[in-house]
């Protein structure tokens, strides 16, 4: 099994900052791609954001120029740095991997918990 744990959201004003983090473990043979996808109250899931292992790194217009997304394959961690903040950012933030385990034949997706960023005055 993969497990992906997530931690650094919470509240925060308008223009402010938020650094996300998620570390995947378990039985990992490779993971291809990590990323964040939001989700907020009466909406779809989209994606924020993803880094392949090759290839160029992923953003949604909506977030461009503000997040950069980063990876240290070393850590099996997925990192969104949040800069200028806006109400309409507030979301559950859920992260992402497609991974093979090591035991394994298909190559899966997995979901981390979520984690709550509230952007609000």
């Known amino acids: 099994q993969v497990q992906l744990v997530e931690s650094g959201g919470g509240l925060v004003q308008p223009g402010g900052s938020l650094r996300l983090s998620c570390a995947a473990s378990?039985?990992?043979?490779?993971?291809?791609?990590m990323g964040w996808y939001r989700q907020a109250p009466g909406k779809q899931r989209e994606l924020v954001a993803n880094v392949p292992n090759v290839g160029s790194t992923n953003y949604a217009d909506s977030v461009k120029g503000r997040f950069t997304i980063s990876r240290d394959n070393a850590k099996n961690t997925v990192y969104l740095q949040m800069n200028s903040l806006k109400p309409e950012d507030t979301a559950v933030y859920y992260c992402?991997?497609?991974?093979?385990?090591?035991?394994?034949?298909?190559?899966?997706?997995?979901w981390g918990q979520g984690t709550q960023v509230t952007v609000s005055s």
């Open positions: 378990g039985t990992i043979f490779s993971i291809y791609v």
């Open positions: 992402n991997a497609v991974a093979r385990e090591v035991t394994g034949s298909k190559i899966l997706g997995y």
